[in-house]
Nanobody, 122 residues
């Protein structure tokens, strides 16, 4: 079992930046692939980015590639999502997830946080 808590969301103007954090507790953090997902009102939860156990492999949704960067600090049991050049279309609740095995690019993660709201104004 692993518990995930997201933070760092908020209101930002288009073109601005935010950094989301997801702190994990429970079983060994390095055992898990970590991912970020988002869900806008009336839409399904969608994949944003994911990172492998050591951080050596990453995957991104095409819509955020080049603007968002996922990273992890295994010493701090934390995964980050740096979001730059934000657009109003990025407005959503952002969730982090943990998964024991591959693939990275999937929404079928084993554990989820409760989410943090990101709102981008135009």
């Amino acid at each position: 079992q692993v518990q995930l808590v997201e933070s760092g969301g908020g209101l930002v103007q288009a073109g601005g930046s935010l950094r989301l954090s997801c702190a994990a507790s429970g079983r060994t953090f390095i055992s898990y692939l970590m991912g970020w997902f988002r869900q806008a009102p009336g839409k399904d939860r969608e994949f944003v980015a994911a990172i492998s156990w050591s951080g050596g492999s990453t995957a991104y949704d095409d819509f955020v590639k080049g603007r968002f960067t996922i990273s992890r600090d295994n010493a701090k049991n934390t995964v980050y999502l740096q979001m730059n050049s934000l657009k109003p279309e990025d407005t959503a609740v952002y969730y982090c997830g943990a998964r024991l095995g591959l693939p990275l690019r999937t929404t079928a993660y084993d554990y989820w946080g409760s989410g943090t709201q990101v709102t981008v104004s135009s």
